[in-house]
C-alpha cells in the first residue's frame, strides 16, 4: 500500500503562484511513477503533470506546460507542483497519484492507469 497526502493548496490571485506537495509513505518510493490531476466541479477529472520515477523526466499538459513544473525528492519520497501565473480556470481540487512502474521508463496520463490517490487539496485563483 501508499498513502499519498497533498498539502500547498489555497486561494490566490490571478497570475499568482502555489506549490503543492504530495508526500508518499507505506512502500518504496523510487519504483512508483506519479501524477497529478484535477477536477473543477462539474467536470471530469483531468491529467495536469506527470514524472517517471527512472531519470526524473516529466511530462505536462499543454494547458499547463508553460507555467507548471513537476519534480521529486526521493529522500522525502515526495512530489511538488508548481505552479506559476495561475489562471481562474486552473481552480480545482488536485489530486496526486501514484503506480508501481519497474521499468521506470514510461508516463501515465490517465486517471485510471493509477492505483493510488490522496485526499485532493483545492486550489482556487481569483479573477
Known amino acids: 500500500q501508499v498513502q499519498l497526502v497533498e498539502s500547498g493548496g489555497g486561494l490566490v490571485q490571478a497570475g499568482g503562484s502555489l506549490r503543492l506537495s504530495c508526500a508518499a509513505s507505506?512502500?518504496?518510493?523510487?519504483?512508483?511513477?506519479m501524477g497529478w490531476f484535477r477536477q473543477a466541479p462539474g467536470k471530469e477529472r483531468e491529467f495536469v503533470a506527470a514524472?517517471?520515477?527512472?531519470?526524473?523526466?516529466?511530462y505536462l499538459a499543454d494547458s499547463v506546460k508553460d507555467r507548471f513544473t513537476l519534480s521529486r525528492d526521493y529522500a522525502k519520497n515526495a512530489v511538488y507542483l508548481q505552479m506559476n501565473s495561475l489562471k481562474p480556470e486552473d481552480s480545482a481540487v488536485y489530486y496526486c497519484?501514484?503506480?508501481?512502474?519497474?521499468?521506470?521508463?514510461?508516463?501515465?496520463?490517465?486517471?485510471?492507469?493509477?492505483?493510488?490517490w490522496g485526499q485532493g487539496t483545492q486550489v482556487t485563483v481569483s479573477s
Open positions: 507505506g512502500r518504496t518510493f523510487s519504483s512508483y511513477a
Open positions: 497519484a501514484a503506480r508501481r512502474d519497474d521499468t521506470g521508463l514510461y508516463y501515465f496520463i490517465r486517471s485510471d492507469e493509477y492505483d493510488y
Open positions: 514524472i517517471r520515477w527512472r531519470g526524473d523526466s516529466t
